[in-house]
């Protein structure tokens, strides 16, 4: 016989069903029945400090562990404060769950001035969502909890919003707690694969960009590249898909002008599971290329999306690249696409500007501190965006980057979400001290969750890339210059470790004292150290 528990108690079982065993939220008063049965679940909560910090946590969650990131946030101001991460999850395709409280099923629309009233609550998050529904029943969050878990698990990850009236989650739910199984990967069409191979196998200059998409078919892909001597391009989302060091890898230099040549160049041209959306390339209209388009996507919106593919296959990356490596004849003719891989990221390097250069010393320092299974969230900074590029991965998803919708303050709790997700992974977090203020309160969270982190802050004074461009339009720099707090004597006043390195070797020792720490560590470089000249 099942036990009578309340419908936010069945709610825990539920998520631990889907294998959901952490959440990131706040209590409220309009979500205190949800807590009841948490720890009988298994549940572990992790508290933040505002809801924001919640939503960008499960987001860095979710994309380091690859499974759905879930937060518990209350109905009205907690739903809008997320609403940035939802935005940067839908851009960037992330599986995320958000649950909140809403208005009781008798007030929903009616306007009466409850607390945390919104009249439609769900049409505010619908944009930002996959789905956004208010289940007016117990048998109603089990059937949109299904729903979620089935987007996840097949097609493409966008997050979900679930909105349960208060009087919902105090109802009695006495029907046990089951799985439903979710739909399978998409296989690819056999005559889209036979036409892919067939211009593949005959291609005298291929390219392959690898996007986002690609991160989970990463031995399919570098398998496939050196099958027929293919350069290969990243995206941000794709970087680390084959490793940087490999020598038909090019880093993610889509917006560079050396790599936009090369595919202009280029026969074939192999786009796996990317929108080529302007962050990547930073062109007015679309990439050129002056060969054929193979699009492999999940999503078949993206297949006819801004280009004119030859072949366009919907499917899984991995299924499909797979069926492609199968059929390709055993001899094809060999390349000569690392030789233009090293003259292309020669071409590249040459071209950094002298603020690039300095960017570029602090990264390899970064990375000769990190070990080689070490992941960095980046957020919208100059440093970092030098970093997509140059930083060098070994791995998919060792650089994370808001890329899509371009959030500032997303690194420290997504890199504190990843930190939780795998505790035995150094993170690393890339900050500006303009993003930095938008949630740098999630240093708390960090220190009460023991959490061994190098925070490196780099610190310029300003919002120097909105400075930057002005200047270059001849526009006055207006909200720039921002006084700034001591973020070290801040930092400590959380209870962070901290250091201000003098040197590259002095910036080296305090990243591995930092991942070596029993907390989190704020390192401050400042863009006008003497020892970057």
């Given at each position: 016989m099942t036990d009578k528990i309340s419908c936010g108690s069945r709610l825990m079982q539920l998520l631990r069903a889907y294998g959901v065993d952490t959440l990131f939220g706040m209590p409220g008063v309009h979500t205190l029945e949800a807590y009841r049965g948490m720890d009988d679940a298994g549940m572990r909560h992790i508290g933040v400090r505002h809801e924001q910090g919640a939503g960008f946590m499960a987001d860095g969650y979710a994309r380091m562990s690859g499974k759905p990131g879930v937060c518990l946030l209350i109905s009205g101001p907690g739903v809008t404060n997320a609403a940035t991460p939802l935005g940067q999850a839908y851009s960037d395709s992330i599986p995320m769950l958000m649950i909140s409280s809403v208005a009781a099923t008798k007030d929903l629309g009616m306007g009466r001035g409850r607390l945390h009233e919104i009249t439609d609550q769900s049409q505010v998050t619908a944009p930002l969502t996959a789905f956004s529904a208010i289940a007016t029943s117990p048998d109603q969050v089990r059937e949109y909890v299904a729903r979620a878990f089935a987007l996840f698990e097949s097609g493409r990850s966008r997050p979900v919003h679930i909105s349960i009236p208060l009087d919902v989650l105090t109802a009695i739910d006495d029907k046990p707690v089951t799985r439903r199984a979710a739909r399978g990967s998409r296989a690819p069409a056999s005559a889209g694969i036979a036409d892919a191979t067939k211009l593949l196998a005959e291609a005298k200059r291929p390219v392959i960009i690898a996007g986002g998409g690609s991160v989970r078919a990463s031995s399919q892909l570098v398998a496939l590249a050196e099958r027929l001597g293919a350069a290969v391009v990243p995206t941000i989302a794709g970087k680390g898909v084959i490793a940087d060091s490999h020598p038909l890898a090019l880093e993610a230099t889509l917006d560079r002008p050396a790599t936009q040549a090369m595919i202009a160049e280029a026969d074939v041209v192999l786009c796996i599971g990317t929108e080529l959306a302007e962050p990547d390339i930073w062109l007015d209209g679309p990439l050129p290329m002056n060969g054929k388009?193979?699009?492999?996507?999940?999503?078949?919106?993206?297949?006819?999306?801004?280009?004119?593919?030859?072949?366009?296959?919907?499917?899984?990356?991995?299924?499909?690249?797979?069926?492609?490596?199968?059929?390709?004849?055993?001899?094809?003719p060999s390349k000569e696409s690392h030789n233009q891989v090293a003259r292309i990221r020669a071409a590249e390097r040459e071209a950094l500007t002298p603020l690039e250069r300095k960017h570029v010393k602090v990264l390899d320092a970064l990375r000769r501190a990190m070990p080689d299974d070490g992941v960095v969230y980046s957020d919208m900074t100059q440093l970092a965006y030098t970093g997509y590029a140059f930083y060098p991965c070994a791995g998919p998803r060792q650089w994370i980057f808001p890329a899509g919708y371009g959030t500032l303050g997303y690194a420290l709790p997504a890199g504190i979400g990843g930190k939780i997700a795998a505790p035995e992974r150094p993170v690393m977090v890339v900050v500006g001290d303009g993003g930095f203020q938008f949630t740098l309160q999630e240093l708390g969270t960090a220190v009460e969750q023991k959490l061994p982190m190098a925070i490196i802050l780099w610190n310029n004074d300003s919002l120097a890339q909105i400075r930057d461009g002005m200047i270059s339009r001849k526009i006055p720099t207006i909200g720039i210059n921002q006084h700034n707090p001591d973020f070290i004597k801040l930092a400590e006043a959380y209870g962070c470790r901290t250091a201000s390195p003098q040197s590259i070797e002095a910036l080296e020792q305090a990243v591995t004292a930092a991942l070596a720490a029993d907390r989190p560590t704020v390192i401050e470089v400042r863009e006008s150290a003497g020892f970057l000249a």
């Open positions: 388009m193979i699009r492999i996507d999940i999503d078949p919106e993206v297949l006819v999306r801004d280009y004119d593919a030859a072949v366009a296959i919907e499917a899984d990356a991995a299924l499909a690249l797979a069926d492609i490596l199968a059929a390709l004849p055993a001899s094809i």
